[in-house]
Each structure stands twice: as C-alpha cells, then as structure tokens.
T-cell receptor, first 113, second 115 residues
C-alpha cells in the first residue's frame, strides 16, 4: 500500500530562518509526490509536485523539495520563513494507475516573530 | 470564481438524520474526488468519478454513504443515519485527466458536526 510518513507533527522556526519539513514515502513503482498547504479555514493549496522529471522541484512562495530515491525522501525546504508561512503542510503520494492521493498526517509549521 | 465550490460550508445535524453535500468542480475537469478529514489528520480518500462513472470506493465508504455524479458535472455525497463518528470535514477535489498528471484542486470543504 502506498503511504507517506511526515517525521515531525510540529515544527517551529523563527522568522527569516530556514524551514525543513521532512517526508518519507513507501517505495513502490514510480511515485508522484506533492506538498499541499492548508491555512486555517481555507482549502488545500498545491505547493509543488514531482512527477519523474527534475528531482529538484520549485514551488510557489519560495518553497522547493528534492526527490531522493535512494533515501525515499521528499523533504520540503524554504531558505527564509515568513509569518504568512504558518499553516499545516501535507506530504502526499500517488502512483500511476491509482488515482487516489494518500496524505501524510501533516506538519504544523509555527513561525516565531 | 472558477475554483472548486462546495455547499454547504457547515452543517450541524442530529444523530440519525440524513445529510447531503454538493460539490461543483472546475468546469473542464472530468475527474471528481471526495475525501474526509478528521481533526488532526490528513485527508483520507473516499471515492472518485471519471465523468459520471464512479470508478473507485474506499473501504471507509460504508453502505450509509452514497455519492453520485449524474451528468458528469456536479456531485453529491449523501450520508444516511448519521453517527457522531461521521463528524469531519468533507473535501471535494477535481482534476483533468492528462497523461502522467494527477494534480487535484480542492474545494474549501463542508464541515459536518453530528450531535
């Protein structure tokens, strides 16, 4: 079964410092990997996606993620955190031929002023 | 607004009552998905449609749940004889079938509270 593991349920960083949100996926066939963000009382928004093209993926709002097959990881990073980045972040996987998205349990990102 | 819309945004009901939610996908999207999100968890897949055909249902979708997409456009999700455990956010998403692309666009959700 496809799955993802988000290694941290809560991450706190100071404004202006780097952000690292960790995600590992189960290794079956060729995955498509996504990061979604959910702000309070708002819908899920796609940050970025990996679909077997470049392993370093750039997304919106300065976020990027690197697909590392040897480590089965897809960590999300941002060089400098902004207050508006405070939200819940979900690592998501799907596999070709299986249309459903499988979400991780989420990482809540808190930005300290 | 051309995004995915859901109605109602909030629903409070008493245990045992039936409820129905509606989802309007992005107009050119041929796939429509339903997910459920409970507090502190990530969304879980319930079912999806390609046009009007329901192609997959999760084991989470008990026989009290039924989803339809009669004309391949909007969809409804009905829960019969609601239970307190049905309290959750119900999310709808849509996508356009393209080779190698499963990007799904989500609506704002319907929050169900069963008393």
């Amino acid at each position: 079964a496809q799955s993802v593991t988000q290694l941290d349920s809560h991450v706190s960083v100071s404004e202006g410092t780097p952000v690292l949100l960790r995600c590992n996926y189960s290794s079956s066939y060729s995955p498509s990997l996504f990061w979604y963000v959910q702000h309070p009382n708002k819908g899920l928004q796609l940050l970025l996606k990996y679909t077997s093209a470049a392993t370093l993926v750039k997304g919106i709002n300065g976020f990027e993620a690197e697909f590392k097959k040897s480590e089965t990881s897809f960590h999300l990073t941002k060089p400098s955190a902004h207050m508006s980045d405070a939200a819940e972040y979900f690592c998501v996987v799907s596999y070709f031929g299986n249309e459903k998205l499988t979400f991780g349990t989420g990482t809540r990102l808190t930005i300290i002023p | 607004d051309t995004g995915v819309s859901q109605d109602p945004r909030h629903k409070i009901t008493k245990r045992g009552q039936n409820v129905t939610f509606r989802c309007d996908p992005i107009s050119e999207h041929n796939r429509l998905y339903w997910y459920r999100q409970t507090l502190g968890q990530g969304p879980e897949f319930l079912t999806y449609f390609q046009n009007e055909a329901q192609l997959e249902k999760s084991r989470l979708l008990s026989d009290r749940f039924s989803a339809e997409r009669p004309k391949g456009s909007f969809s409804t999700l009905e829960i019969q004889r609601t239970e307190q455990g049905d309290s959750a956010m119900y999310l709808c998403a849509s996508s356009l079938l393209l080779q190698g692309n499963n990007e799904q666009f989500f609506g704002p959700g319907t929050r169900l509270t069963v008393l």
